[in-house]
């Protein structure tokens, strides 16, 4: 397969949805009127960029593949693990962003999503997928960053592996964290009810949701894509106390939305007084996803932090 072939492939794969998205919203041209990234205005709607050249392909995996896509270059890689709703399709807003910036963006499917093998009980653990994904791309120390559920799988690898991680960064994850008063307070929040809304209720804001119906939808085509069927979660090595939290040194953020019943400002709190050198950020009108609600505030303050910056606890974007 040519280079140019697997760019084509790739750029595809990512931009599937964009049949989907009115001529407004088309790639690399704004909606009339819109600014990108105005901290004054966090609903203005913000196209999905055009896609920088990168490869794809799979690696092998016990039971199975794994698919990924590779900008490439000399920068300092950066992986990315999408959240359950999602595949290695979730990150158009990032990939040329990442690869501009001088970064090396990497993400891939994780068993049971977009072009990788199906999952089974079967399956070894999501860290060892994601340590032979490293091995086999030549990657010794990287930037890892986990949305949701795959902040379940970031911890776990900087907990068996840190001397692997460069920085961690959360995206409105519980990091798969089991201690009693977390799921109490989890509970309250969240009330009866909660668990059997649509997932892009869930997971997109309000105010996300009144203004960019076109967004929505093209979201939602990626999660149907991402997850035609439903998928096992992905088997962990460890199971993240208070304790095992607090052994976490490697520099870390978590981000929050302040319209999120996942990862609400108290939730988060009660974790970071546990992380002892992590920054925070909260991003107003936000639910699960501030990657893709505000792709452009969030950009800026997350290669802010992969370049070394750090925010104190309560910073609001």
Known sequence: ???????????????????????????????????????????????????????????????????????????????????????????????????????????????????????????????????????????????LVGAALGGYVAVDFALSHPGRVHSLSLINSQMGIREPEFLDALSRIQGTGFSGLSHSMKELGPSYRAVNPDGVHAWEEIVHQSRPDPTPFPKLTNRPTWDLVRTIRTRTLITMGDADLYMPPPIARMVLEHLPNASSLIFSEVNHAPQWERPSAFNRKFVQFLRGARFPHGTRV
């Open 1 to 143: 397969m040519t280079a140019t072939h697997r760019r084509a492939l790739l750029k595809g794969a990512l931009l599937a949805t964009a049949a989907a998205v009115p001529a407004t919203m088309a790639l690399g041209t704004p909606a009339a009127g819109a600014v990108a990234g105005r901290d004054d205005d966090p609903l203005t709607p913000e196209p999905i960029p055009e896609q920088v050249a990168a490869t794809e392909g799979f690696v092998e995996v016990p039971g199975g593949r794994l698919w990924y896509w590779d900008t490439g270059g000399k920068g300092a890689p950066v992986i990315l693990l999408h959240a359950g709703t999602g595949s290695a399709l979730s990150w158009p807003y990032q990939q040329p962003v990442l690869a501009r910036s001088g970064f090396r963006a990497i993400a891939y499917s994780r068993r049971g999503t977009y072009r990788s093998s199906a999952a089974t009980s079967a399956d070894p653990s999501a860290v060892s997928d994601l340590l032979a994904l490293a091995d086999h791309l030549a990657i010794d120390r990287f930037h």
